[in-house]
């Protein structure tokens, strides 16, 4: 049981330049997340998927893109990196229960662009 | 929405009790959680606790929940250096199923 996978684990890019983090999870949840964390700011949500075939804005959606490729995996893409994107992204995931939101996340992609 | 504040920084000695504290701002809450995060890596449940307890422990955790006030505090006994990480407060409003997530507190334990 791997629990959240995310890849890569580190990255560095150029300006301009485009990529998609990787996450998957084999705990069968619905739901998943895209999370940015910046020294000082905690944890802002990027994007989410209450299930297959569903995906929502969260706080801070501006200059990424994401799709659900299917239950276990949730990708997420920048088209034109910036260096204001240099971040740890995190993904989760979770399966909300008589209400209880109990998330699950990954180690975290450290991106850096340049 | 909700907004979620915690203090940055606690430093403390091996041995002695650290107590972090969160408020928040929406009174409709319905699940508040505390995260911990390790060096490198992702944030993991420590301890959660529904909206209508005053305290939950758990071995060497307490949270302590004041509905009035808006406060939420996560108390370890006996703090070892192992304790040392960040710590994410999260509250859950009533009126959607995603946490917002505070700051988070550096805990640095001395030997």
């Known amino acids: ?114 | 929405g909700e907004d979620v504040e915690q203090s940055l920084f606690l430093s403390v000695r091996e041995g002695d009790s650290s107590v972090i504290n969160c408020t928040y701002t929406d009174s409709s809450s319905t699940y508040l959680y505390w995260y911990k995060q390790e060096p490198g890596a992702g944030l993991q449940l420590l301890t959660y606790i529904f909206s209508n307890m005053d305290m939950k422990q758990d071995q060497r955790l307490t949270v302590l929940l004041n509905k009035k006030d808006k406060h939420l505090s996560l108390r370890i006994a006996d703090t070892q250096t192992g304790d040392s990480a960040i710590y994410f407060c999260a509250g859950q409003s009533g009126g959607s199923y995603i946490p917002t997530f505070g700051r988070g507190t550096s805990l640095i334990v001395h030997p």
């Open chain 1, 1 to 114: 049981n791997a629990g959240v996978t995310q890849t890569p684990k580190f990255q560095v890019l150029k300006t301009g330049q485009s990529m998609t983090l990787q996450c998957a999870q084999d705990m069968n949840h619905n739901s998943m997340y895209w999370y940015r964390q910046d020294p000082g700011m905690g944890l802002r949500l990027i994007y989410y998927s209450a299930s297959e075939g569903t995906t929502d804005k969260g706080e801070v959606p501006n200059g990424y893109n994401v799709s659900r490729l299917n239950k276990r995996e949730f990708s997420l893409r920048l088209e034109s990196a910036a260096p204001s994107q240099t971040s740890v992204y995190f993904c989760a995931s979770s399966e909300i229960r008589r209400g209880e939101n109990i998330q699950y996340f990954g180690a975290g992609t450290r991106l850096s662009v340049l």
